[in-house]
């Protein structure tokens, strides 16, 4: 198919020092030498040393026979790393595939003759010559099968042509929605392409967090299911991806570590509910699940996010309680003061006075439910989980009071000027410190307005983050 071609781009070419390259080319040929020539000589000469002699005779010759043959192909291959000392691979450079299937197969050449020789041990502790020759023979012809399978795999995976430049994927790594959304409405087969780590376009999206893409997933139905079981080349599916830790440019989207970590939970929670059930507890080729990926790699902004959480709520609980003494104060100093006979406020008459006592009540009281609130967000276990909805609610509640203390102790001591001088010619003085009274109140809006919607955004809508309100790939069929 012509789109396909277009959308795969160009194949990789390994543009390193052409030295380099020729001697791993070179390495590798030598490498595959070795093994053959290890099978055809252990095939034969296992042949002729069992033809026509006694058991016991071709146990003690076959023991020869896999010593100095296991001997031969560590001398030789140690000798191609002393011919081609420039086609070392070096560590934090990238290497090319001819270098890293020169590392496989020498790693699979000593692999196999540790193995051979533990075999070789335990096989050669068996009394009964004429058993432990049928079991060698046995034993190298199993050594042969498996060696040269795994050697046919390594080839087969590193002399594949690779596409790392599909333009598919790179819309999809880079957030193009628009773009990947009229490719699949003219190409609906293109959700079934995988890169060459056996990624689709929405393990990518999960990869890079990019919510509009794997909405995407919600809209092909049942096909969904037999995409988000894929693993790629390391045995991670789906999950596995959502529960590694986001770049740094998608980690920046929300300010603060703390809704950082929300953020994260949420896309590993959302993912877990998409992924079959029998795939949440598989561990990939590190032998990894991926909640355990997840504490893992996000150990640290659990920690720093903590930290933001305590240090944010001992701060907060400073000013609700120096708010709850100076308005628990105010409320035995009242303006005016008392009648000195009955006991009664001078000014309990005036509806200012009202105004006053009930806006000091109420800075009273949410001061004191921030503080307990603070409290309690210091007191937390700070468990992975508590910062999905937990930590953040009561976080923004604690602030929501705080703000309510701080407006109404604003109001209690602007009335109070309207009590004492609400007649007169004095009326000027309440109603310009009214004016100056709202500048704080306004003023903690202006401060803590992008901390409220983070806040409000990680509390309450991130649960919308998952559900698309409209349509994309398919439109619903019109009602006539």
């Not at 020169?102 to 692999?111: P, S, T, W, Y």
Request: charged content about 20%.
């Amino acid at each position: 198919m012509e789109i396909d071609k277009i959308l795969r781009g160009p194949a990789d070419s390994n543009k390193k020092d052409s030295k380099t390259v020729s001697g791993c080319a070179v390495k590798v040929m030598q490498l595959r030498k070795i093994i053959s020539d290890h099978f055809k000589n252990m095939k034969v000469e296992t042949s002729n040393l069992t033809r026509g002699q006694s058991e016991s005779t071709n146990a003690l010759r076959l023991q020869d026979l896999i010593s100095e043959s296991l001997v031969n192909m560590h001398v030789k291959t140690q000798k191609i790393n002393l011919d081609h000392p420039n086609s070392i691979i070096q560590d934090n450079k990238p290497i090319s595939n001819k270098e890293r299937l020169a590392l496989e197969l020498q790693q699979l050449i000593f692999k196999h003759i540790a193995v051979m020789d533990d075999n070789v041990l335990g096989i050669i502790k068996i009394p009964q010559l004429e058993m432990r020759a049928t079991i060698l023979k046995t034993c190298i012809f199993e050594h042969i099968r498996n060696m040269s399978k795994e050697t046919d795999k390594k080839i087969a995976m590193y002399e594949k042509q690779t596409y790392s430049s599909q333009i598919l994927f790179i819309a999809a790594e880079k957030g193009n929605t628009t773009f990947l959304v009229e490719l699949i409405r003219r190409y609906p087969d293109l959700v079934w392409n995988v890169n060459d780590n056996n990624q689709s376009i929405f393990h990518i999206a999960v990869k890079h967090r990019h919510n509009e893409i794997y909405n995407l997933l919600h809209e092909i139905g049942a096909m969904k299911d037999l995409i988000t079981p894929l693993k790629d080349k390391d045995d991670n599916n789906m999950w596995h991806l959502a529960a590694k830790t986001a770049t740094e440019e998608r980690l920046a989207v929300v300010s603060g570590v703390a809704f950082q970590m929300q953020l994260e939970l949420s896309w590993f929670h959302e993912v877990k509910e998409i992924v079959p059930p029998s795939f949440r507890i598989r561990e990939n080729v590190d032998g990894l699940t991926p909640h355990e990926i997840f504490t893992k790699e996000h150990k640290n902004l659990a920690r720093l996010s903590e930290e933001w959480m305590k240090g944010t709520a001992s701060q907060c609980m400073v000013v609700a309680a120096l708010i709850a003494t100076i308005v628990f104060a105010a409320t035995f100093t009242i303006p005016g003061g008392y009648d000195q006979t009955s006991g009664i406020p001078i000014f309990h008459s005036k509806a200012t006075f009202a105004v006053f006592v009930v806006a000091d009540a109420i800075s009273l009281i949410s001061s004191s439910a921030s503080i307990l609130i603070f409290l309690s967000i210091l007191t937390s276990r700070y468990a992975e989980n508590d910062f999905l909805e937990s930590l953040p609610r009561k976080l923004l509640l604690g602030l929501a009071t705080l703000f309510l203390s701080i407006t109404t102790m604003m109001v209690t001591f602007g009335v109070s000027f309207f009590v004492l001088y609400g007649k007169g010619n004095l009326l000027w003085m309440p109603i310009l410190i009214c004016v100056f009274v709202v500048s704080p109140v306004l003023l903690y809006v202006r401060l803590q307005y992008r901390l409220f919607i983070d806040l409000i955004r990680s509390a309450y809508l991130t649960r919308y983050l998952f559900k698309p309100q409209k349509r994309l790939l398919y439109y619903e069929n019109p009602k006539f």
